[in-house]
């Protein structure tokens, strides 16, 4: 298929071949297709038409047939993907729009693929050295993940089951998939700060983090499934962690909760269509809908986030939002959700040293350009799950008193603000039209005259 999309871009290509070709592929009408719907499709003529339309595309001026359009092909390459890989046709579109026509098809094609299995060595316990000859003693074929990371394994094969082997029943490392470290080396978390670990379980993170922590300070575990923090607190203890306090609050209760946290993680619930070779009903068991309603949800949780990391912390003041899904709605978008929600915060960068960067334009939307800092992970370009990685600075909110304005932190209309995070994007207007305000004063910028009525009406509720 790539190789029909390479051939397709080729310039030299030898045009006479390639009219045979074009010729003998015959494009099925609409009501060809419709009619082809009332049969079992047959996967060889499928899987030819998929590497025609993909040759088509890649040169369509050239090879695409008179009077047929370029959507005319796509419309058959996404319903042929969805059919030979087994997605329903919404996903298959959805998943199909992020790449280039080629690469999309590498990456359905990586996702019938599992990906390496890999483990992260619990250095609360013991070393990466340690760990690697112990069990090369037992059997198992391994190497280092990779240069990013330090504590990574990758496993080859092994004679003995990975997760039931002495070293791993006494904690001396997790089993854990190496896009699931991303997040935690992002976040950098420092001895002895106070972490938030906002949806935890199974653990993989929270451990990581507390073994960052050197067992130091203290790593709030939460997650709003209560039935999940059963395995969360076995790994907790299985690792030897003895600065994790597990908890069960719908994150979107934060900060009310507790708040003032050095460092946030937030790794989001989510679709999973960067997990789909682990989980392959994720291709039939989404739906619009339901990226609508995650995506709500990512954003509400997300404000929470952002309102319980301490802008006043001496060592952090760090979020990290991360999730195993490959779609805009669930990453982009609700990062610039809410860089717009929240002008006290900003992006910055993730200090991971690969990854794709975040998309700033997509599909007629436009991100803020700091988004680009935001990091991607596919399964056919990292050989890792798809995972995405943003991590914003929070800084000291505006403080805005009726008539005056000034920067502050954390106070009553703060603390109001806190618990409203709403979906009218026009609620809160009024306060990021005056942060903007005050951050352009003090950058010494020409302030725009502020519209009286633009704040009234928020400055009343924050006053009350
Ligand atoms: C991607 S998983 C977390 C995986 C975990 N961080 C780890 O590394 O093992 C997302 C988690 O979010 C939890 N969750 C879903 N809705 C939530 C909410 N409103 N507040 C907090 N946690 C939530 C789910 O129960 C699920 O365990």
Known sequence: MQDAALEGSDEEIDMEGEEETAEAFHLPTAEERA??????????????????????????????ANGRLRSEYVEQLVSDIASYYGYNDFLAEKLFQLFPVSEAIEFFEANEVSRPVTI??????????????????????????????????QVFESSVPIGATPEYLSGHYMLQAASSFLPVIALKPQPNERVLDMASAPGG?????????????????????????????????????KNVIACSYDGRE?????????????????????????????????????????????????????????????????????????????????????????PNVKLVDTGLGFGRDGFTKYRGKTFHPSVKLTKRFYP????????????????????????????????????????????????????????????MK???????????????GKVVKAAA
């Not at 499709?41 to 339309?53: F, L, N, P, T």
């Open 380 to 439: 056919h370009v990292h050989n890792m799950d798809g995972f995405y990685v943003a991590k914003f600075k929070v800084e000291k909110r505006a403080k805005i008193k009726a008539g005056t304005q000034e920067t502050g932190s954390t106070n009553a209309v703060d603390a109001d603000e806190q618990q409203d995070v709403g979906f009218d994007s026009d609620e809160d207007k009024a306060f990021i039209e005056e942060g903007k305000r005050i951050q």
């Open 35 to 64: 009619e082809e719907k009332n049969h079992v499709a047959d996967i060889h003529v499928v899987q030819r038409r998929m590497r025609e339309c993909v040759r088509v595309l890649g040169n369509f001026r050239k090879l695409g």
């Open 254 to 342: 934060f900060p009310k909760v507790m708040g003032g946290f050095d460092r946030v993680l937030l790794d989001a619930p989510c679709s999973g269509t960067g997990v789909i070779s682990k989980d392959s009903s994720v291709k039939v068991n989404k739906s619009e809908r339901d990226f609508h309603l995650l995506s709500h949800l990512q954003k509400q949780l997300i404000l929470c986030a952002i309102d319980s990391v301490s802008p006043d912390s001496k060592t952090g003041g760090f979020l990290v939002y991360s999730t195993c899904s490959v779609t805009v709605d669930e990453n982009e978008a609700v990062v610039d959700y809410a860089l717009r929600k929240r």
């Open 120 to 153: 992260r060595t619990n250095t609360l316990k013991t070393r990466r050295r340690d760990l690697a000859q112990a069990l090369i003693n037992r059997g198992v074929n391994l190497e280092p993940i990779g240069k990013w990371t330090n504590v990574g394994l």
């Open 442 to 456: 003090a950058k010494g910028l020409r302030v725009p005259r502020r519209r009286q009525s633009d704040i009234a």
């Open 205 to 241: 993170k929270t451990t990581h983090i507390a073994a960052l922590l050197q067992n130091t300070g203290i790593v709030f575990a939460n997650d709003a499934n209560k039935a999940r923090t059963k395995s969360l607190t076995a790994n907790v203890h299985r690792l030897g962690c």
